[in-house]
């Protein structure tokens, strides 16, 4: 298993088997202070992951992912791409794309993270 995050302005990861759209989740671009840095640091992390909109986003996902899982294994799939997209790449998806790695960890799954557009402007 992959997780990556990507800013949708960057056009999409040709790589990904599955893409999740979480720019319908609050935005912490717009909050001042949190601007500047990006869904690994704590404060991004909070925001993003403590918002109710966020809450629903995340039960939903999880158990999509832990549904199709098996699935994808029974086929034969030996590799997936979970593609993780907000506007820039730098707050949402880098946050909600290593929650997933984290919760696909917890759970006995190799699993790694990779955030494609954390450093562009």
């Known amino acids: 298993m992959h997780c990556i995050s990507f800013g949708f302005k960057y056009g999409l990861p040709l790589e990904s088997d599955l893409v999740f759209d979480v720019r319908c989740l609050p ?30 986003f995340k039960t939903r996902f999880t158990d999509m992912i832990d549904y199709m899982l098996p699935l994808y294994i029974q086929e034969g799939k030996s590799q997936l791409v979970i593609a993780v997209g907000c506007t820039g790449g730098h707050h949402r998806s880098v946050a909600l794309a290593q929650y997933m790695h984290d919760h696909l960890a917890a759970n006995g799954v190799h699993a790694t993270v990779s955030h494609r557009d954390i450093t562009k402007q």
């Open 27 to 56: 935005n912490p671009f717009y909050v001042e202070e949190l601007r500047e840095h990006t869904g690994l640091e704590a404060p991004v992390r909070d925001y993003v992951m403590n918002c109710k909109e966020t809450e629903g």
